[in-house]
């Protein structure tokens, strides 16, 4: 018998290597639809965890494979609890839960030093454990902490008197975190109300605990963590009942979006997946059914659409999603929805906490489907900050019963964890939901009301006076950008008119563009001309050098199938190419995502990549007020202003917060910021301070171009304060 290391990663390892052995034999057994769909990049985490098999298995097989591979973990789990029991049990009847677990009789397949605790984590890892990040983000998925799910059951009031009686949906289950919590408040429902010898008749014929997936293996890890839970609490004493619960549990391989699953309660973390993810029938589904399906939206804004409409009366709903659709262009679709069906209650923003390793910054939701007079919502915000604090909380149940129990209204600064401390900023207040699709950005009512303020006091939007474009997006940077330094140009000996200097995002400081100088700094090859205004691209013929070598590169650029399959656009074209007049003007450029607001002044027609954002002027009623200004002066004035502390406040107002404090600067959010009536002396002096400060002068001139902007907004010394203590972190942090 080959003994092996029993953590769930060794048998997982020797389960694929025994299932790869006689693929065919469990292809027929557990193949289903939802691996056809399964493509080459989701699958590169198998090829890490599982080098030693060869790569003769399609993307499909991998997946379906390492599956299987899971559901033989979990059946482990399941039989070490039985044995701890004293469940007796034969291969026959081990078979049926899991069909060919008996091939596994050559490996040692035992748990029996691991702790039920263990045993739940090995379950619960099979979703993420060995998955690279960007694998998990392929498929959405991520798993919740056990203390937040514990804050989510105790907002949505479910507990051990309702939990016998009510309906309660998990509409993305995964491996099962949030079904053991709801399975344990069950049990617990039973034991207080003595009502223990009715388990099934709630569980399998009322289907009060119900669950979905996609994923053939996690609807079977979510049942075994059901009946796991009832073994432990020796609900289940024999074989054949547990054979009952892998058959009639109310959990279903299916797509939550498709079904008409009516709950009093419904609680999960959806998975995150964009348009762009989606294959295109699925895509077209969910644009025809799905009023929240707008922009380029995300899954997860459908899974908040369908869990609300899926409400009993006063039914209550609770789901942990990213927080991107308060604020970003494709959450218009579900904040004009949520704003119309007026279920919103509670609105919890994590912003950049690292509650848990999910790719997004998370908020938790919570809807009830019954009328209100009260319009308001609680609001609370949770985001790391620097400031003297006022309470410890040891770690994230501590916190959420402080912010429920203690927490009002009003602010509180935190002093967060054990081991690795964190300073968080804790915010309640109560808030209305936008109409119409507006943006929710949510603070005190004192940072609101110098937001009104300010938007009162303009005499004209960002977007009135400039043009805000997006560098150039090649979607193949590794081509395009990366080799492009003046040594590899000249070995190339491209033609001039494919080439041209790249401002990338960390050439961009405050006040001015350092290129040039670094080994970082990179040309691009930009095969396109400008034609009346056009972009078209440049015949290879005319280009011979720059050809050859993007006929080198082909394999990858013709990859592209968005340009490879177009009419009317070339396979070796940037995907998102810009005028050329417009880089060669003079103009201002900001990075995408910083800390606070850092932009630059750039003369010389760089041109820009995608993660950078570029302002030219426009004609105006600003430019007539300043026409003694000249070119050079009215774009200092304008950067001076850009560059303001005030606003930096309007931009953090209205932007969401990402990890690290940094802020995303997008064209919708610069187009909303208001300009004040500034004296054209003042702007002149502005001019002067910037013009120095690009010089490299002293940054307490920033201070007076600061007051000059405050003044022009009529804030107070009070309202300054409250600003400049709102900037707080990573002021002066600019990369």
Same mark, same amino acid.
Not at 52 to 60: E, I
Not at 264 to 272: Q, V, W
Not at 552 to 555: A, I, N, Q
Not at 701 to 706: C, G, P, V, Y
């Given at each position: 018998m080959e003994v092996c290391s029993m953590d769930a990663m060794s048998v997982l390892e020797n389960s694929y290597y025994v299932i790869n052995k006689n693929f065919g034999f469990y292809k027929r057994n557990f193949g289903h639809i939802y691996y056809l769909s399964v493509k080459d990049d989701e699958t590169k985490?198998?090829?890490?965890?599982?080098?030693?098999?060869?790569?003769?298995?399609?993307?499909?097989?991998?997946?379906?494979?390492?599956?299987?591979?899971?559901?033989?973990?979990?059946? &482990?789990?399941?039989?070490?609890l039985l044995n701890r029991k004293g469940i007796e049990y034969n291969e026959n009847q081990i078979e049926?839960?899991?069909?060919?677990?008996?091939?596994?009789?050559?490996?040692? %397949?035992?748990? *029996?030093?691991?702790?039920?605790?263990?045993?739940?984590?090995?379950?619960?890892?099979?979703?993420?454990?060995?998955?690279?990040?960007?694998?998990?983000k392929k498929s959405g998925s991520e798993r919740t902490p056990d203390e937040i799910i514990k804050y989510m059951l105790d907002i949505i009031g479910y507990n051990e008197i309702v939990s016998i009686n009510k309906t309660i949906v998990d509409p993305a289950c995964g491996t099962g975190t949030f079904i053991k919590q709801i399975i344990d408040r069950f049990i617990d429902g039973l034991y207080v109300n003595q009502v223990t010898n009715t388990y099934k008749e709630k569980l399998l014929e009322r289907k009060l605990i119900r669950a979905y997936d996609t994923k053939p293996s996690n609807v079977f890890v979510t049942k075994i963590v059901i009946i796991s839970s009832l073994v432990k609490k020796n609900f289940i004493c024999e074989i054949k009942d547990v054979l009952d619960m892998i058959r009639k549990l109310p959990v279903y391989c299916q797509d939550?979006?498709?079904?008409?699953?009516?709950?009093?309660?419904?609680?999960?973390?959806?998975?995150?997946?964009?348009?762009?993810?989606?294959p295109v029938e699925y895509r077209d589904f969910i644009k025809n059914n799905f009023v929240s399906a707008t922009g380029r939206f995300d899954i997860f804004t459908c899974f908040l659409?369908?869990?609300?409409?899926?409400?009993n009366k006063n039914g209550r709903m609770c789901l942990i999603t990213s927080n991107k659709y308060l604020t970003a262009n494709y959450g218009v679709g579900i904040r004009k929805y949520l704003s119309q069906a007026g279920h919103v209650r509670k609105l919890v923003d994590l912003y950049d906490t690292k509650f848990?390793?999910?790719?997004?910054?998370?908020?938790?939701?919570?809807?009830?489907?019954?009328?209100?007079?009260?319009?308001?919502?609680?609001?609370?915000? %949770?985001?790391? *900050?620097?400031?003297?604090?006022?309470?410890?909380?040891?770690? *994230?149940?501590?916190?959420?019963?402080?912010?429920?129990?203690?927490?009002?209204?009003?602010?509180?600064?935190?002093?967060?964890?054990?081991?690795?401390?964190?300073?968080?900023?804790?915010?309640?207040?109560?808030? @209305?939901?936008? &109409?119409?699709?507006?943006?929710?950005?949510?603070?005190?009512?004192?940072?609101?009301?110098?937001?009104?303020?300010?938007?009162?006091?303009?005499?004209?939007?960002?977007?009135?006076?400039?043009d805000v474009c997006v560098g150039i997006k090649t979607t193949a940077d590794t081509i395009f950008v990366k080799p492009m330094t003046q040594n590899f140009i000249n070995e190339h000996a491209f033609e001039k008119i494919a080439v041209y200097p790249l401002i990338q995002s960390f050439n961009v400081n405050k006040w001015n563009i350092s290129w040039g100088e670094s080994s970082r700094d990179r040309y691009i090859l930009y095969p396109h001309r400008e034609i009346e205004g056009n972009m078209v691209a440049i015949p290879l013929e005319e280009i011979p050098k720059a050809a050859e070598y993007l006929e080198?590169?082909?394999?990858v650029l013709k990859k592209r199938s968005y340009l490879a399959e177009s009419k009317s656009r070339m396979w070796y074209e940037c995907w998102v190419p810009q005028k050329l007049s417009k880089f060669q003007q003079t103009k201002i450029v900001t990075r995408?995502?910083?800390?606070?607001?850092?932009?630059?002044?750039?003369?010389?027609?760089?041109?820009?990549?995608?993660?950078?954002f570029f302002l030219t002027k426009k004609s105006s009623i600003l430019m007539s007020e300043y026409s003694d200004l000249n070119e050079h002066q009215y774009y200092c004035f304008l950067l001076g202003l850009l560059n303001s502390k005030a606003m930096e406040f309007y931009q953090k107002m209205i932007s969401g917060c990402l990890y690290s404090q940094k802020y995303r600067y997008t064209t919708s959010n610069l187009n909303r910021w208001p300009i004040?009536?500034? @004296?054209?002396?003042?702007? %002149?002096?502005?001019?002067?301070?910037?013009?120095?400060?690009? &010089?490299?002068?002293?940054?307490?001139?920033?201070?007076?171009?600061?007051?000059?902007?405050?003044?022009?907004?009529?804030?107070?010394?009070?309202?300054?304060? @409250?600003?400049?203590?709102?900037i707080g972190k990573g002021r002066e942090e600019h990369y």
């Open positions: 985490f198998i090829d890490k965890m599982f080098g030693k098999v060869g790569n003769k298995l399609s993307a499909q097989d991998k997946m379906l494979n390492y599956s299987i591979s899971a559901i033989y973990t979990a059946t &482990a789990v399941l039989i070490e049926k839960i899991c069909v060919g677990f008996s091939n596994m009789k050559n490996i040692e %397949i035992s748990f *029996a030093d691991k702790t039920e605790k263990e045993l739940d984590e090995i379950l619960f890892g099979l979703l993420t454990d060995g998955i690279d990040l960007e694998s998990r939550f979006l498709c079904v008409g699953d009516n709950s009093d309660y419904i609680i999960g973390n959806p998975p995150y997946i964009r348009l762009q993810n989606m659409e369908k869990s609300d409409k899926l409400l848990f390793g999910a790719a997004v910054l998370p908020a938790i939701i919570m809807c009830e489907n019954s009328k209100s007079d009260n319009c308001e919502v609680d609001y609370i915000g %949770i985001k790391t *900050a620097e400031q003297d604090v006022q309470r410890v909380c040891l770690n *994230a149940n501590e916190l959420f019963e402080y912010v429920e129990n203690e927490l009002t209204c009003g602010k509180s600064f935190i002093l967060y964890g054990n081991e690795d401390k964190q300073v968080f900023e804790v915010s309640r207040s109560k808030v @209305k939901i936008p &109409a119409d699709g507006k943006t929710w950005n949510f603070s005190t009512s004192d940072e609101n009301t110098i937001k009104t303020k300010m938007d009162e006091q303009k005499i004209c939007s960002l977007v009135d006076i400039v080198e590169c082909s394999d995408d995502i910083v800390s606070s607001n850092s932009f630059a002044l750039d003369e010389s027609g760089r041109l820009c990549q995608g993660n950078t004040p009536r500034i @004296k054209k002396d003042d702007a %002149i002096i502005i001019a002067k301070y910037v013009d120095d400060l690009i &010089a490299g002068m002293s940054g307490e001139l920033e201070n007076a171009i600061d007051k000059i902007v405050y003044d022009a907004f009529d804030l107070s010394e009070e309202e300054i304060l @409250k600003i400049e203590s709102f």
